[in-house]
């Protein structure tokens, strides 16, 4: 099946180290198109911030572990080693698009190993190096880049029957996100069920993720007596940002309520591309009944899938769709190998990559523009900081600002709660030498009054206030 015209496919012939080195042409392309977008943007993700300053606050403790609050570990402290070599968050922003760009070669070697197809392995990493989501994200300082690289390497290693080596970026995969620790007993599961393994190993192979959880829970009861003290903060949180599905009037579900659990489903019909995503459930239909890898990978992302859909519905989760990006990788295998097998002449190869790029890349226009939108209010109140901001230290909650700045962590002070006195207020600028507030969306301003209004963002959503000394003077 070809994946070019004639006519390329005729020039291809003349060229036989260029058709061998395509995964390092392809490579390179996202490593400098994922550079370039790093130059010339901001990172639009606000965890990626908070997990930078985490770890820049373990430099001086790293045993300080109330500042991981209920993350998981070892991405707070690749942060703080980045930051401890560079002093700078692109840093970061590099090792995720390192992670992204080792994820592109490992759906490649994977692809080409369970379909056997050289067309489909190269559409497969074309098709994930445009991704609008996983490009996007492969600039940020979030942990998909790197968790997603992790469940590949376990991929890699799995269908090539080391379920021992794929041990390793499984335990420390169950450092980086929770989902992890979910799926590994499904993949110890399918490797006993391949039967390619001796039971020995796999049973060895699973105590190593087991104690990367154990570590975990057992940090939590060594700092706090309690080693499910993650869970109880996590779902604290989820407490006051997330309302259960409920039934509305009438006792009827509300149109919200009833599409919640296709909502991840939607993310990737949007963000695979609609191409790509119905190539994908056709490929899973055709392919998963063939071998064992096919099934495993199926199961994976099925699993995967149905694992947030569970947290969605039952309030456990905010339902953000670069949930998504783990599985993305498994679904575009499943779309270009069905694509280059199957005989229809309309949908040919060509074509099919022809119109997920072009949608892939009108996306990632698209979501572009709106970052710089929503970042825009942000630059401009870190600008003002950096610029104005010389003496005594700064109120300001929001970690973008605090990066975005340059101003050392050293001279914020947090302070979550706003539902305090003005006295105590003023008695806590006093105290911690407060000279600016930065106030968004409105929080702290009623405590600003007889404050000076120094600076005001586009559509006043960050207001900085001079902190008045005679006021808050007994």
Known sequence: MRVFPASIKKWRGFAPNLVRSRISLIVILALLSRLIYITFTVDPEYDSYDRFVKGILLLPNPYDFRHHWCWLPLFQYIDSILYWLTGSYTSVRIFSTICGSTSIILLYKITLKVSGLEEAAFISSLLMTFNPLVFIYDTTGMTEPFFTMLLLSVLYFFIHDRVLLGSIPIAISCLVRYEAWFLSPILYFLAL????S?????????LIPLASIGLWLYINYAYYGDPLKFLKLLEGYL???LQRPSLGEGGLLSVETFLLPFRHLVGYLLFLTPPVF?????????CVRRDLDTITLAVLALSYLSLHTYFLISGRSEGWFRYCIPGIPIFIFFAAHHVVKREKKLITPYRFLSASLILSLASIV???IWNIYAMTPILETSLWLKTNAKDGRILCIRTPIMVLSGIPVERFVFLWSRDIDRPVFLRFLERENISYVVSHFGYYSNLCENFTIAFSSTESLYTIYVVNRTAIKP
């Open 366 to 368: 698209v979501m572009t």
């Open 198 to 206: 001796k039971l020995w190993v796999v049973v060895l192979s699973g």
């Open 239 to 241: 407490a006051t940002r």
């Open 278 to 286: 119905f190539e994908a459930i056709l490929g899973i239909k055709r």
């Open 193 to 196: 069920v391949r039967r390619r």
